[in-house]
């Protein structure tokens, strides 16, 4: 290990490290001004003081949040809605794209189906109405069914699947295990690295959407913690008056807007040291390298 | 081998796929099986009629409970079944449930662009054609003498197809809002004009080199708020009718817009107006305000006199005052632009006219209108929130009053709804702000004449529509970008005046006026 000892080596580490510790700040600091702001009160964020630590510490803004009537409903629904749909999407789309990945009859024109929809869909009404005739609407299914299938994840998945050794799979054939068991017992215990990949996506995906819940959901104590927030945060500016009544010399649209994202993106945090160790690994890397 | 496992592979797949596809159906039916269930029961026993609504929530969060919300169905023997949407994405959700075959029996908060453009599709029920039914609505629009306003909402058959929201009178609640501290302090009389404004402002700027006195936050804001003095407010898209010639003309090209343009670049110029005038948010503008960056702004007065006092005392000093001003005269006179008595509607499916509880669906409408339903819906209930006193007048009782905020406090019961208060009291709406220039300057803008009447709306069939909306985007994207280069001097408006005349006629203003004009023969 004489390498470490020479001079390129020494400057190339430091700058890597300088670099590095760059990336680090880039990522951090604003989480940290927004956090400095959703604590500060609202004299020292109209003057634009706040920097990294708050000044004037108060939690107003996080009071004003979690008063809100449907906060714990909307976090509760939120989750229900991220982990079932995370589970029904990967179930979904791994029984969609290992079939796929293997050259069936009628492959290619399934493969080009999928990949229709991803630049052309009935629109929002057709698709409204067809999610009001099937009688999904107001349930949590109109958000998890519906949507299950991602096409852009679909296809990286059958390119993993694709690259997946075939002689695993024979040998297991030859074993007498048919080809649903080869899926779950053989192929699938091997694929952990897309299977963390698209889970974290789809996590991603389900935790943010607000949308769907806004046009499919009816009842408001079945909406997600995005869609409560998004309402609170619109109406939290001095126009319109949602502040009205609240203790303005401490509470400011910044210092709730700050507050807001800290409290909705806190616990999707959490789940990345999850699935952070199969990250490591690389995404498309592993479906290349199979 | 390969074969094999090629036809197990197919088997396999389509069997997953069917059976997926036929267990959700089978939930989804049992579901609304139910549902359907146990509305007709409570349809059938001659208890109170269900009424679905689609309601947009805004103010407090909406809660069941409210007093005010269940004195309302009681008192009409109705049940409300409410569809509960954000205030921030209600117009998107609404225009899919009115596109849609089933559409809740009332459907608040439709903005007039909606309801002209649903107006002669059949969608909506012919509100005009049940008037004798709706004898307080009716009482309500001559009271308020609402006639001309209602006109631009009615569609080209000449029908109402909504149960408008009606603010008895127009209120000066945008208005230019000064330090008047340091007008005081540096001896300086209260603008009325722009060439007053404009030594007033040139004055603020020598004594606070670094600052840019006149604020805002978007063009399209201050235009509305400053352009009926310029006489170039209020429009339809920027199209005025002119009684004279009896034709619709296009303003933006009008000799009164480009003096406005030419005051605000020559404040520009002179440092006098921010750089970030047509840009900034509203926290930017209140860091500026607040922190004496700058002095003077068009603002919607509401509660944001209190909260920049609020604000500026902290950040800059005790005797920071910011307080409305009259309107600042232009070519036009002294106006002010009136906001508009009616905003939005509520409207009913035409489907609604089958239905065995129809009358008990209009009945429930006109109530909202009625004199019980107003005191309901805006003072509360009476002995608990509001009292009448001897000479007729309604007060607030004590616990209201000192509640942290008045407003807030009638929410919390239900009162002051955005979706059920269709009738909106001046006097009332005077006492909630609380703000005596407010209600000083109201008084004062009816004796004078300071507020301009509504803009007359051309009415357009479902083509002309679709013209519309083909032509409009291109010249208002070269309008607003003219604007700014016009006002931030990157294009000189001397020179280029005519060829911007010219370019925006061919963009689509031309085709536009043929298509306005059509529509008054």
């Known amino acids: ?290 | 081998m390969e074969k094999m496992s090629i036809t197990r592979f197919g088997v396999w797949s389509r069997l997953t796929a069917l059976s997926l596809l036929v267990a959700i159906p089978l939930a989804a039916c049992g579901d609304s099986a139910n549902k359907a269930g146990s509305a007709d029961a409570a349809k059938e026993g001659g208890g109170p009629v269900t009424l679905t609504m689609l309601y947009s929530e805004s103010g407090s969060p909406f809660n069941k409970d409210w007093p005010v919300y269940k004195e309302l169905q009681a008192r009409n023997n109705v049940k409300l079944d409410l569809q509960v949407v954000p205030e921030s994405d209600y117009q998107s959700k609404a225009k899919i449930v009115l596109s849609s075959d089933k559409i809740p029996d009332l459907v608040t908060n439709i903005n007039q662009s909606n309801v002209l453009e649903l107006g002669g599709t059949g969608v909506l029920l012919p509100i005009s054609d049940y008037m004798d039914k709706l004898p307080n609505l009716k009482k309500r629009i001559e009271e308020f003498k609402m006639e001309d306003e209602l006109e631009n909402w009615k569609s080209p058959d000449g029908k109402l197809y909504v149960l408008p929201f009606l603010t008895q009178s127009a209120s000066y609640n945008r208005s230019p809002m000064i330090r008047t501290d340091l007008l005081e302090k540096y001896g300086l009389k209260a603008p009325t004009n722009t060439e007053e404004l404009y030594a007033v402002l040139k004055k603020m700027k020598e004594m606070n080199p670094g600052s840019y006195p006149f604020t805002g936050t978007s063009a399209d804001d201050l235009r509305s708020m400053w352009g009926a003095a310029w006489g170039i407010e209020p429009s339809y898209k920027g199209f005025v009718f002119n009684e004279q010639t009896g034709k619709y003309e296009y303003i933006y090209t009008s000799e009164n817009y480009k003096k406005y343009v030419t005051y605000l670049n020559k404040l520009i110029k002179d440092g006098l107006a921010d750089p970030e005038l047509f840009t900034s948010n509203y926290d930017q503008m209140h860091q500026k305000l607040s922190t004496s960056k700058s002095m003077f702004y068009f603002f919607w007065n509401g509660e944001e006199i209190s909260n920049i006092n609020l604000l500026g005392k902290k950040n800059t000093g005790p005797e920071f005052k910011m307080a409305m001003l009259p309107p600042i005269a232009g070519p036009a006179g002294e106006k002010a632009l009136a906001g508009t008595r009616i905003d939005r509607g509520t409207v009913i499916p035409a489907s609604a006219a089958n239905k065995p509880y129809f009358e008990d669906l209009l009945k429930f409408a006109d109530y909202l209108y009625s004199d019980e339903g107003i005191d309901l819906l805006t003072w509360g209930i009476e002995g608990d929130t509001y009292v009448v006193k001897e000479d007729g007048k309604k007060e607030f009782t004590d616990k209201m009053k000192q509640s942290e905020n008045l407003n807030k406090a009638l929410w919390d019961i239900g009162s002051a709804n955005g979706s059920f208060t269709l009738v909106w009291p001046f006097k009332w709406f005077a006492t909630i702000l609380g703000n005596e220039d407010f209600e000083k300057y109201t008084e004062e803008a009816n004796k004078n004449n300071w507020f301009t009447p509504a803009a007359k709306v051309p009415k357009l069939s479902t083509d002309q529509k679709d013209e519309e909306s083909l032509l409009i985007a291109g010249v208002n994207d070269y309008y607003a970008k003219m604007q700014e280069q016009f006002v931030y001097g990157k294009v000189s408006i001397d020179q280029e005046w005519d060829s911007y005349v010219k370019e925006i006629h061919a963009k689509g203003v031309d085709k536009l006026l043929d298509v306005y004009n059509s529509t008054l023969k």
């Open chain 1, 1 to 290: 290990m004489h390498y470490r000892k020479t001079l390129e080596f020494r400057v190339f580490s430091t700058i890597n490290f300088l670099f590095m510790a760059l990336v680090v700040c880039g990522v951090t600091l604003p989480f940290l001004h927004l956090l400095a702001v959703s604590l500060s009160d609202s004299a020292a964020n109209t003057s634009g003081k706040v920097r990294f630590l708050p000044i004037g510490v108060n939690m107003e803004a996080y009071k004003f949040i979690f008063q809100h009537p449907s906060i714990l409903s909307g976090f509760k629904n939120a989750i229900v809605q991220t982990v079932v749909g995370t589970l029904i999407s990967l179930f979904m789309m791994t029984i969609c794209a290992y079939p796929l990945s293997k050259p069936i009859k009628g492959r290619k024109v399934m493969i080009w189906l999928v990949m229709l929809t991803m630049f052309f869909n009935g629109g929002l009404v057709p698709t409204y109405m067809l999610i009001k005739g099937l009688g999904l609407l107001d349930t949590l299914w109109a958000i998890v069914l519906p949507f299950s299938i991602a096409p852009y994840f679909l296809m990286i998945m059958i390119n993993f699947f694709q690259s997946f050794p075939e002689n695993i799979e024979e040998s297991a054939l030859m074993d007498g295990l048919n080809p649903i068991q080869i899926l779950f017992m053989i192929v699938l215990p091997l694929s952990k690295t897309i299977i963390a990949a698209m889970s974290l996506f789809l996590v991603v995906m389900y935790w943010n959407n607000w949308f769907n819940s806004l046009i499919y959901l009816n009842s408001p104590d079945k909406y997600p913690i995005m869609l409560i927030v998004r309402n609170i945060l619109d109406g939290a500016n001095l126009v319109n008056g949602a502040l009205t009544g609240t203790n303005l010399e401490k509470l400011s649209t910044a210092s709730l807007q700050s507050a807001a994202i800290m409290a909705t993106t806190l616990p999707i945090f959490c789940t990345i040291p999850f699935v952070q160790k199969h990250f490591t690994k690389g995404v498309l890397l592993g479906a290349v390298k199979g």
